[in-house]
């Protein structure tokens, strides 16, 4: 029997307006637990508009979102008080309190936060006041409150932001960590290859509405391939391959076999007419391409 | 609402202004205290029972904390991680209004204590039990005063918490919250002047009400000022209090975070 997996978050028909200007057209979306969600578009495209609305931060104009089955408003959203987590455009930082008190005040116990300042290594300065610290500090600060409670759902947004590349590495590997745990993540950032090394899933988001929701499996599948060849003599090269039907094109010094092909068939038929080959390499597109691609070819 | 408001005692303890305010008020009495010393017999009984002027500053200094501890949670964005955790949004705003009404109540505790030992060395002359106004003891008038100050500041914290709830910074919510402390009064007996025949009607504005102390202190201000008796004003005090606590609220609740 197939296992039916919950579902964590669930958006129905989400319409936002802010005056005359439509922020969010007709959003619909859901994922499912244990998942690494990347919300991903460009600026204003109504991402944090999104994480605001599942957190009950906003009152949307109609549509309804549902977090584990529980409905959530504006005026009801206990199972966000109790089973979510979250860093929401900058932290939400005091700077008269240390990040030790900070953190008290999102929960009682000490063990948990002891577990937080270790894992996201925030010991150094925990106790110093917050208007002391850096934007890296308030940012690790802002997403240890985010988890300290261990919520079954981290919603954060733009969590990179103002971090050192070891300390990126480090969220990376306490993300991937605490999802095998069953923890749902759903992260908003614009360092798409970084998103790229964690997410199950991208919700892609232009002018408030949501494009498409591919798993990173589809993405990948998706994801054009092009085998690009530079030869000594490249003028016949190209000739030669037309001639053998290959979507070939020229560019500069290398030649870009547009679709996947089979490399044994296509160097024999260079090799059997006498060129040299220099050099050959295989391209992939990554997730910022395909995305892009993807965003020009909607406006297009 | 206890965990909110133990949120917010938190806060406020570890905030510098907490522990600077008692110091400020304690220094700004004894300023005025030195000041006394050689005056009028009736003069310093007049001081003693306004706490050397220690209430009227601790109205301003309330005022200051009130505003900065509702428009801090919007200048510091920390509102949007409060608003997560509860399930509506005015216990938030609530629970501050508890606090500072709670502060306010240390606060007249701490001029009472100072006036106290003020007076052991500048007002020595001057017995407690010394008859003042309403036959009572120079000690049962500073008791009263505090009493009714603190009952006046429940209608004042209201209008700065209704007016930060509005602002997204602290310094416009504190200079009409003082302005209108100190230059209601005028504008009420302005009004009452100005439109007589709608005196029935203007009397419950809300600036009226702060004559509640000074009535206590001078009876005549019920037919030559306010028009209402000390028991009207406290009712419409009160009243007034809970329009602006309940707006504010409201106001707070909605505002887009």
């Given at each position: ?11 129905v028909g ?21 998942k ?6 460009p ?6 508009t ?32 109790q ?20 953190l008290q ?5 000490e063990k ?8 996201l290594?925030?010991?150094a ?15 690790k ?34 993300i ?6 069953g ?42 391939q ?5 030869t000594?003599e ?29 490399l ?18 295989q ?12 965003l ?5 | ?9 938190f ?8 522990w ?27 001081y003693?029972?306004s ?25 510091y ?18 629970g ?10 240390l ?16 007002g ?18 500073l ?24 602002s997204?910074n602290?310094?416009?919510?504190i ?8 230059m209601?009064?005028?504008?009420s ?15 419950w ?22 028009h209402?008796?000390?028991?009207q ?25």
């Open positions: 029997m197939q296992r039916v997996q919950e579902k964590m978050v669930r958006v989400l319409r936002q307006t802010f005056g005359h200007r439509i922020v969010l057209r007709d959003v619909n979306f859901e994922f499912s637990a244990g690494i969600v990347g919300l991903v578009g600026n204003g495209a109504g991402k944090t999104v994480m605001k609305a599942l957190l009950g931060l906003l009152p949307t104009d109609a549509g309804n979102v549902r977090i584990l089955g529980q409905p959530v408003s504006v005026n009801t959203h206990s199972v966000v008080t089973q979510v987590g979250a860093l929401i455009e900058r932290p939400a930082i005091y700077p008269f309190l240390s990040g030790w008190q900070q005040l999102m929960t009682t116990s948990q936060i002891t577990w937080v300042v270790q894992v290594q925030m010991d300065y925990i106790h110093r006041a917050a208007k002391r610290y850096s934007l890296g500090m308030k940012q600060l802002g997403i240890a409150m985010a988890l300290v409670n261990r919520p079954r759902l981290v919603i954060l947004d733009e969590p990179m932001n103002g971090l050192d590349p070891q300390s990126v590495k480090r969220l990376r590997h306490l991937v960590q605490m999802a095998g745990k923890t749902t993540f759903l992260i908003s950032s614009h360092i798409l290859s970084e998103l790229e090394k964690i997410v199950d899933t991208v919700i892609l988001i232009d002018q408030g509405e949501v494009l498409l929701q591919r798993t990173m499996t589809q993405l990948r599948e998706s994801a054009r092009s085998l690009v060849v530079q000594t490249n003028a016949w090269a190209l000739r030669v391959l037309l001639q053998a039907d290959y979507p070939v094109t020229q560019r500069v010094r290398n030649l870009i076999v547009t679709k996947p092909v089979a044994t068939p296509l160097l024999r038929t260079l090799l059997d007419a006498h060129i040299q080959i220099l050099k050959i390499n391209y992939q597109e990554d997730l910022e391409t395909v995305l892009l691609r993807l020009t070819e909607r406006k297009v | 609402m206890g965990q909110v408001l133990q949120q917010e005692i806060k406020f303890r570890h905030q510098q202004l907490a600077l305010t008692p110091a400020i008020l304690v220094l700004l009495m004894a300023g005025l205290a030195m000041t006394t010393h050689g005056a009028a017999t009736s003069d310093q009984k007049f003693i029972s706490a050397y002027g220690g209430f009227q500053w601790l109205t301003i200094l309330i005022i200051v904390i009130g505003a900065s501890c509702v428009t801090m949670e919007f200048e964005g920390t509102i949007k991680q409060l608003a997560t955790q509860v399930n509506h949004r005015w216990t938030i705003f609530v501050k209004y508890v606090l500072v009404l709670g502060y306010s109540v606060l007249h505790g701490v001029a009472i204590l100072v006036t106290l030992l003020l007076k052991t060395s500048v020595r002359g001057l017995h407690w039990q010394y008859i003042y106004l309403y036959h009572q003891s120079l000690l049962a008038n008791v009263t005063n505090a009493l009714l100050d603190m009952y006046g500041g429940v209608m004042i914290i209201g209008l700065v918490f209704l007016l930060a709830s509005c997204r602290s310094a416009a919510a200079a009409i919250g003082i302005g209108a402390c100190f209601g009064e005028g504008v007996s302005l009004l009452l002047q100005s439109f007589k025949p709608l005196l029935p009607l203007m009397k504005n809300p600036f009226n009400m702060f004559f509640l102390q000074e009535e206590y202190a001078n009876p005549s201000y019920q037919q030559n000022v306010t209402l008796t000390i028991q004003l406290s009712v419409g005090s009160l009243v007034w209090a809970l329009f602006f606590v309940g707006v504010g609220a409201m106001i707070f609740s909605r505002r887009r975070i």
